[in-house]
């Protein structure tokens, strides 16, 4: 079955630092991926995507992420953090037939000032 | 450009009493789903609704739940016996079937008293 890891459920940085997120999948085809953000109490903005091609992709607000097929990632990097960016962060997975998303647990970034 | 809504924004109920969320998905979309996201949890998928009836649903989907597509527009989730441990956020997706992004309404905040 399809799985999603994100192995941080907590990190903290301090503002202008760099910042990586990990999420590891577990899908036995080419998987469909996406990183979410949720601010406390809202909705889940979508922050990339990646379907096929090129392994690094852009997203919004300065995010990139990695495909890395050999290692069942998709990591999420920011170069320089701002205190905006603390959320949670969601990696998902397409999972099966249907099309259902497969969510990890999160990680709650903090920032520092 | 097309949105996915969700009404009520929040909904507060007390126990035991039938709640139903409501989604308008994009217009041009053929699936749908509703997920779930307990407070500091990940979310997790309930359903998928495709062709007017559902092809997917998870073992949290169980016989108090219900899935209604009563128009073109609307797409509804039925809670009939609402219990304590359903105090949730609720989003609905819809999916137009060319790729696998889905797009995620704001979310119904349900609070069981």
């Known amino acids: 079955a399809q799985s999603v890891t994100q192995p941080d459920i907590h990190i903290t940085v301090s503002e202008g630092a760099s910042l990586e997120l990990r999420c590891n999948y577990s899908?036995?085809?080419?998987?469909?991926l996406f990183w979410y953000v949720q601010s406390p109490g809202q909705g889940l903005q979508l922050l990339l995507k990646?379907?096929?091609?090129?392994?690094l992709v852009q997203g919004i607000k300065g995010f990139e992420a990695e495909f890395k097929r050999s290692q069942s990632s998709f990591n999420l990097r920011k170069p320089s953090v701002h205190w905006s960016d603390a959320a949670e962060y969601f990696c998902?997975?397409?999972?099966?037939?249907?099309?259902?998303?497969?969510f990890g647990t999160g990680t709650r970034l903090k920032v520092l000032a | 450009e097309p949105e996915v809504t969700q009404t009520p924004s929040h909904q507060v109920t007390q126990m035991g009493q039938e709640v139903i969320l409501r989604c308008v998905p994009i217009s041009n979309h053929l699936y749908f789903y509703w997920y779930r996201q307990i407070l500091g949890q990940k979310v997790e998928f309930l359903v998928s609704f495709y062709n007017n009836e559902i092809s997917e649903k998870s073992e949290i989907f169980d016989d108090q739940f219900s899935v209604e597509r009563p128009d073109g527009s609307n797409f509804t989730l039925k809670i009939r016996s609402t219990k304590l441990e359903d105090s949730a956020m609720y989003f609905c997706?819809?999916?137009?079937?060319?790729?696998?992004?889905?797009?995620f309404g704001p979310g119904t905040r349900l609070t069981v008293l």
């Open positions: 998902a997975v397409v999972g099966g037939g249907t099309y259902k998303y497969i």
């Open positions: 899908y036995g085809a080419t998987p469909y």
């Open positions: 990646y379907f096929s091609g090129d392994t």
């Open positions: 997706a819809s999916l137009d079937g060319t790729d696998n992004e889905q797009f």
